[in-house]
């Protein structure tokens, strides 16, 4: 069974940096893209980042491009996500996903919310 | 960056059909940007429903259905179901890794 478990989340500051993590099981880790999506409260799924399983390609939303970083290790099936320069329209509940022809799956999303 | 559209809201009636669509503003939606269909519910995580225009997972009810209508990717629900009320949103690929998600549509069975 795919298993996506995220953590990482809390209350930070505007300015302030926080660091995701996302634990991958139940199938081949290291031969599949990986993404971070995003939930503001009351509103739309919004793509975040990509990487690729070699991370020949990683890919940012024009929202967070400069400010996110998007890694792996596959090693330890882990996904993460770096979040720097946090700013009040970051709050969001952020899930870690795979999209690929074997289907979708997500995990159960961790909150970051962004206030003084 | 692309912009995917969605019916806002819909509302079909139990054991009902209704289609909701996913538009793309920079042209047709094709098989080559393996649209995706996902449900939410409140305080739910997505639940992934259609992948790849078409196809289901072993979890997808029977009467949900993916395919192309006119240039935009479409979800098709025949024989609607209460527990079918929920928000449904669209993906698509486009090149480079970028993926793009629509606004959602609010079903309501009523």
């Known amino acids: 069974e795919v298993q996506l478990v995220e953590a990482g989340g809390g209350l930070v500051q505007p300015g302030r940096s926080l660091r995701l993590s996302c634990a991958a099981s139940?199938?081949?880790?290291?031969?599949?893209?990986m993404h971070w999506v995003r939930q503001a409260p009351g509103q739309a799924l919004e793509w975040v980042s990509g990487i690729t399983w070699n991370r020949d390609t990683i890919t940012y939303a024009n929202s967070v491009r400069g400010r996110f970083t998007i890694s792996r290790d596959n090693a330890k099936k882990s996904l993460y996500l770096q979040m720097n320069s946090l700013r009040s329209e970051d709050t969001a509940f952020y899930y870690c996903?795979?999209?690929?022809?074997?289907?979708?799956?997500w995990g159960q999303g961790t909150l970051v919310t962004v206030s003084s | 960056q692309a912009v995917m559209t969605q019916e806002p809201s819909l509302t079909v009636s139990p054991g009902g059909t209704v289609t909701l669509t996913c538009g793309s503003s920079t042209g047709a939606v094709t098989s080559g940007n393996y649209p995706y269909w996902f449900q939410q519910k409140p305080g739910q995580a997505p639940r992934t429903l259609i992948y790849?225009?078409?196809n289901k997972h072993s979890w997808t009810p029977a009467r949900f259905s993916g395919s192309l209508l006119g240039g935009k990717a479409a979800l098709t629900l025949s024989g609607a179901q209460p527990e079918d009320e929920a928000e449904y949103y669209c993906?698509?690929?486009?090149?480079?890794?970028?993926?793009?998600f629509g606004g959602g549509t609010k079903l309501t069975v009523l």
């Open positions: 993906m698509v690929s486009y090149s480079g890794g970028l993926w793009v």
């Open positions: 139940g199938f081949r880790f290291e031969d599949y893209t």
């Open positions: 790849d225009t078409f």
């Open positions: 996903a795979t999209f690929n022809n074997y289907g979708g799956y």
